[in-house]
C-alpha cells in the first residue's frame, strides 16, 4: 500500500508564476489536509477537503492561494502569482473517512513539496 | 483557536539517556499527535492518542486530558533518534475544525 505521494518533490518558480502541488492520498482515503512550513517555523494548517468538498479552509490565505480535490485524481494546491514569502515547505496529509461512529483518525502526512520563489 | 507549547525547545543528550519532551495544549482536544521530522523534512506520525498511553518500541506517549498535557519518552536513545519532535492537536470531532494546530517542535540531538 503506497504512502501519500506528493509531486513534484522540488519546484521552482519565479516570481508571478504559477505553482501547482499535487497530493496523491493513501489507497481508501477520502480526506486530504495541506498544511506549509514556512522556513524556521512550524507546521500551520491550510485546508482540508474531502473529495469535491472543502470542508475548512480557514487556514488558507484569501487571495492566490486554491485547493481542490476532484472525484478523480489528485488533490491541488494552486498558488497564483507567486511571491517570495510563498517559499515554503508544502505537506500534504490523508486520513479515511470516519465510520462507525469514529471521527478521529489518524493523518498520514507525505514526503511534502519544497516551493522556492525566486 | 488552541495554543500548543512544547517544551524543551531544543534538546542534546548522550545516548542510551532516558529523554522526556513535554507538550502543553489550551483548548479541549479530540485528538494529540507526535510527529517526528527528519534533517531530510519528511514528517512521520509517531503516535496518536485522545486519553491514557501508548507505547511503540523505545517510545511513549502519555496525555493526560484533565491538565491538557501530554509527554513524550524514548528510553535507552540512539543517534538516530535525532530529529524535530512535533506535538500536534486536533480540536475538531469530524465536519471541521480536523487541521492539526503544531507546537514549535523540539529539537533532540543525541550524541554518540
Known amino acids: 500500500n503506497a504512502g501519500v505521494m506528493q509531486n513534484p518533490r522540488h519546484l521552482v518558480r519565479r516570481r508571478g508564476q504559477e505553482a501547482r502541488l499535487r497530493c496523491s492520498p493513501m489507497?481508501?482515503?477520502?480526506?486530504v489536509y495541506w498544511y506549509r512550513q514556512l522556513p524556521e517555523e512550524g507546521l500551520k494548517f491550510m485546508v482540508y477537503l474531502q473529495k469535491e468538498n472543502i470542508i475548512d479552509e480557514s487556514g488558507m490565505p484569501k487571495e492566490r492561494f486554491s485547493a481542490e480535490f476532484p472525484k478523480e485524481g489528485p488533490s491541488i494546491l494552486r498558488i497564483q502569482q507567486v511571491v517570495r514569502g510563498d517559499s515554503a515547505a508544502y505537506f500534504c496529509a490523508s486520513s479515511p473517512s470516519p465510520s462507525g461512529g469514529f471521527w478521529v483518525y489518524e493523518q498520514y502526512f507525505g514526503p511534502g513539496t519544497r516551493l522556492t520563489v525566486t | 483557536k488552541n495554543e500548543v507549547e512544547q517544551s524543551p525547545q531544543n534538546l542534546t543528550a548522550q545516548e542510551g539517556e532516558f529523554i522526556t519532551i513535554n507538550c502543553s495544549y489550551s483548548?479541549?482536544?479530540?485528538?494529540l499527535h507526535w510527529l517526528q521530522q527528519h534533517p531530510g523534512g519528511g514528517i512521520v506520525s509517531l503516535f496518536m492518542?485522545?486519553?491514557g498511553k501508548k507505547k511503540h518500541g523505545r517510545l511513549i506517549a502519555t496525555i493526560n486530558i484533565q491538565e491538557k498535557h501530554s509527554s513524550l519518552h524514548i528510553t535507552a536513545s540512539h543517534p538516530r533518534d535525532s530529529a524535530v519532535y512535533i506535538c500536534a492537536v486536533r480540536s475538531g470531532s469530524g465536519g471541521g475544525a480536523d487541521g492539526l494546530t503544531f507546537g514549535k517542535g523540539t529539537h533532540l540531538i543525541i550524541q554518540p
Open positions: 492518542l485522545s486519553s
Open positions: 483548548v479541549g482536544i479530540s485528538a
Open positions: 489507497k481508501g482515503h477520502s480526506h
